[in-house]
């Protein structure tokens, strides 16, 4: 029963890291909080979702739904932040547009599926079990759990070993010494609001198949639980955020099962409080990082 | 004029509690603090009244004291945190806090009556309460922008460090912009619960909280006259747009985008400083701030 639960806490701990990875990213390099990212999230299950009720096969589906959502997130950018960030003060301006491209999405999918909640239909994914160890394990789960690693992997090398990703740490480190030195600052934000949007679009199909359910409100809960994991994590934090977002899985699924659902989220954003209150730079985050001090 | 206030006393009255909470949101802003947790000052204010009043048979009156206690303490217990981060920080731990006031509201169902909230509370706040508290809730704002306090909160707001470098206490001051919004706050939210029969843990979630950013947005972070430019907004755009009921999501995010990217001061006090610059009277320099974001630079000392 234990060991079940903690399995079931990591898969969903794993979704939690592909949404949570790009909200980070996206903080990581320009500092600025995407209050959209729910909603891009919600984005991918229903693109998905349409694609596959009109007789597209499932895979294409969701390679469309990772593209489309890739693309959300770039006109997030250009429609929220483009402006803001010749202006500068974005921080406080940043939560406010961001906002208001969450509410449009969640206006728009609530209109598509006039307030319904969809599922995808019964057979998009074989349901399957394997069972050892006294526990029960789906194939959905096996392969949720092998694409994270594989993606997690993938952003890694990406951000860390290829010449693309050196350009966005340095942007995320100094914007104007890294465009005096020739790297292009708006290639930076097209890639990582991409790579944001797709990974956030695809942990939404992910969500949708594993709980079965699709609504324009779903990216809500995952906005805030993305909170809570990129502050445990530290803010920027890649390798923070994929722990923080496992431990944060496990946590919840251990609280939903032996005590209430409700507790659990209080107890959820207790820990972040008690986070913010000691460790404010976060557990993986790096000691010179913006919890305090200047908001500039 | 009466035929237009019984045509129209929801909306004025809505419109009142709106212009109250957003003064709760606006307060923080000023002193450069990123809460959002006005939405939860007002589940505690609400709360707290609806049960003594339903509860234990107490006063309204007494009731919206408490909850204007409660609103202290809670934003008091906040602030401990809240005053040692900045910026994006702060915001997220005020949306946690939120968040964790709906789940115990709906946890301990026996106490509030988890998600069916508490019903049948007795309708006593009128008009005439409503415009009170905002009038005693702006004399208040009023005459802090005009003291020492105000000043501060702008020095706070501009620029933390040198506020601190001044000799500012800089965490007490934080942590008196988190009372004055909790307490106006739970005031209005408790004033609510008493105007509208029956509330749920979800009047006051993530839409609230939006709410009550938007109206600040919209109307402006500085000035009086910004939460009301902001709430009369919000009052009037729904019946303005009345067929596009449906679209309202997109009509107010659209809006959000519009006038945080090209009115950054909001309506009102964009307003408010054309006014300004138009009439420079010396009344724009009693208010001992200068203001120097969007250009409205009002110096005349």
Do not use: C
């Not at chain 2, 994006?88 to 968040?99: K, S």
């Amino acid at each position: 029963m234990l060991l079940q639960q903690i399995l079931n806490g990591t898969v969903s701990g794993a979704v939690y890291a592909l949404f949570a990875l790009g909200f980070t990213l996206i903080f990581g390099v320009q500092k600025l909080l995407n209050l959209a990212h729910g909603a891009i999230f919600m984005a991918g299950a229903f693109i998905a979702y349409y694609a596959t009720i009109n007789g597209l096969p499932f895979w294409f589906a969701v390679v469309l739904a990772v593209i489309a959502t890739g693309l959300v997130s770039i006109v997030t950018d250009f429609v929220a932040f483009r402006q803001l960030r010749k202006q500068g003060h974005a921080e406080f301006a940043a939560i406010v547009t961001s906002l208001g491209v969450d509410l449009i999405l969640m206006n728009i999918a609530q209109q598509v599926s006039r307030t319904q909640v969809l599922s995808f239909p019964f057979g998009t994914f074989p349901v399957e079990f394997y069972r050892g160890f006294g526990m029960r394990i789906s194939l959905l789960q096996i392969v949720i759990l092998v694409l994270v690693v594989i993606l997690v992997a993938a952003l890694y090398w990406y951000i860390h070993r290829t010449s693309f990703g050196r350009q966005i740490r340095a942007v995320s480190s100094n914007e104007t010494t890294s465009a005096l030195l020739g790297v292009s600052s708006q290639s930076v934000y097209l890639q990582t609001f991409f790579i944001a949007g797709a990974l956030a679009g695809l942990a939404g199909v992910l969500i949708g198949l594993q709980f079965n359910s699709i609504h324009f409100m779903m990216g809500e809960p995952f906005l805030l639980q993305a909170f809570v994991v990129v502050v445990i994590g530290g803010l920027g934090s890649l390798m923070g955020a994929v722990l923080a977002a496992l431990f944060i899985g496990i946590v919840q699924s251990l609280t939903i099962a032996y005590l209430s659902s409700e507790l659990s989220i209080a107890i959820i954003f207790t820990l972040l409080f008690v986070t913010l209150l000691f460790f404010p730079n976060g557990f993986f985050g790096k000691a010179d990082t913006f919890a305090r001090g200047s908001r500039r | 004029m009466m035929n237009f206030y019984m045509a129209y006393q929801p909306i004025i009255d809505f419109f009142l509690i709106a212009v109250g909470l957003g003064y709760s949101q606006q307060i923080a802003l000023k002193a450069g603090v990123f809460s959002i947790a006005t939405a939860g000052f007002a589940a505690i204010g609400a709360y707290t009244s609806a049960i003594l009043v339903t509860r234990y048979g107490i006063h309204p009156m007494i009731s919206v004291f408490a909850a204007a206690a409660m609103g202290i303490l809670a934003s008091w217990i906040l602030s401990l945190p809240l005053a040692r981060l900045r910026g994006a920080f702060q915001a997220i731990a005020t949306l946690a806090f939120v968040q964790v006031v709906i789940a115990l509201l709906l946890y301990f169902s026996g106490f509030t009556g988890g998600a069916l909230g508490i019903i049948n509370i007795p309708r006593v706040v009128n008009t005439g309460w409503l415009l009170l508290a905002v009038g005693v809730t702006m004399y208040v704002v009023w005459s802090l922008n005009r003291s020492k306090v105000g000043r501060v909160f702008g020095a706070l707001r501009e620029d933390d460090s040198v506020a601190a470098s001044l000799g500012i206490p800089i965490q007490g001051y934080y942590t008196l912009a988190f009372i004055l919004s909790g307490v106006i706050g739970a005031v209005f939210g408790g004033m609510r619960s008493l105007y509208v029969f029956n509330i749920e843990p979800v009047d006051f979630g993530f839409a609230a909280m939006v709410a009550s950013l938007t109206v600040v947005v919209l109307g402006g972070r500085n000035t009086l006259l910004g939460p009301i430019a902001g709430a009369l907004i919000m009052a009037i755009l729904p019946e303005i747009a009345r067929p596009l009921a449906e679209n309202r999501g997109i009509l107010n995010g659209v809006i959000l985008i519009l006038v945080i990217t090209f009115l950054p001061n909001g309506v009102g006090d964009e307003l408010v400083y054309w006014l300004r610059r138009r009439f420079r009277r010396p009344s724009a320099a009693t208010l001992g701030r200068t203001v120097t974001k969007g250009g409205a630079n009002v110096s005349a000392h």
